[in-house]
């Protein structure tokens, strides 16, 4: 299952001219990779000399699309010992997510829903086969991320407050995006290779 559920993140990132301050966030997980966390982000916000703290809440997201997998390259098969490890380029053209989202700033709240889409994502992903009759493990190697794009659609979004969004969730949906797809592969990758076997 994907990490960091349950915890408070804090960090101190540098977006659009230091404009943001301290930025804390929690993520609270249902142990369902196609379900993505709800997040919750604490904010401060200097558009001139006031400082502002405001809330941004990330919910019921979930994965709505892993367009076009395909294999990228040949698979290859290699051993060691009593381990065989079948390694498969993938490139997904497109990984879409949705989230509701609200944001409250002072008095004022913008509301409604949040697209985020990786384009050519690329990834090798490995497959470990005991021959002993062991648990088979997967893993990941993520080669390119494409760019992360947002829309967003609602009520009280201003040309800021879309700004203000795109740039606090840029980097935690880029993560999250690519992560939990890589959860969903492994675990048809796994459930594949298992079924061969049995």
């Known amino acids: 299952m994907p990490g960091n559920c349950g915890k408070s993140l804090r960090g101190s990132p540098e977006i659009a001219g230091n404009r943001y301050g301290t930025l804390q966030y929690g993520r609270k997980c249902n142990g369902d990779p196609a379900v993505l966390p709800d997040t919750h982000i604490v904010f401060e916000f200097r558009p001139l000399l006031i400082t502002y703290?405001?809330?941004l809440d990330l919910t019921v997201g979930h994965l709505q699309e892993l367009s076009t997998v395909a294999r990228q390259g040949d698979a290859t098969m290699t051993a060691n010992g009593c381990e065989t490890t079948i390694t498969i380029p993938l490139n997904f053209r497109s990984i879409i997510a949705r989230y509701n989202f609200i944001m409250e700033v002072r008095r004022d709240t913008a509301e409604?829903?949040?697209h985020?889409?990786?384009?050519?994502?690329?990834?090798?992903?490995?497959?470990?086969?005991?021959?002993?009759?062991?648990?088979?493990?997967?893993?990941s190697f993520v080669k390119v991320i494409g760019s992360l794009?947002?829309?967003?659609?609602?009520?009280g979004i201003s040309s800021t407050y879309r700004r203000l969004i795109t740039d606090l969730t840029t980097d935690l949906?880029?993560?999250t995006v690519s992560e939990y797809s890589d959860a969903i592969v492994g675990?048809?990758?796994n459930n594949a290779v298992a079924s061969l076997l049995a």
């Open 53 to 55: 703290t405001g809330t």
């Open 112 to 114: 409604g829903i949040l």
């Open 116 to 139: 985020s889409w990786l384009d050519n994502v690329t990834a090798d992903y490995s497959v470990t086969v005991p021959c002993n009759g062991g648990a088979i493990t997967q893993s």
């Open 149 to 155: 794009q947002t829309n967003l659609f609602g009520t």
């Open 173 to 175: 949906l880029t993560n």
């Open 187 to 189: 675990g048809l990758l």
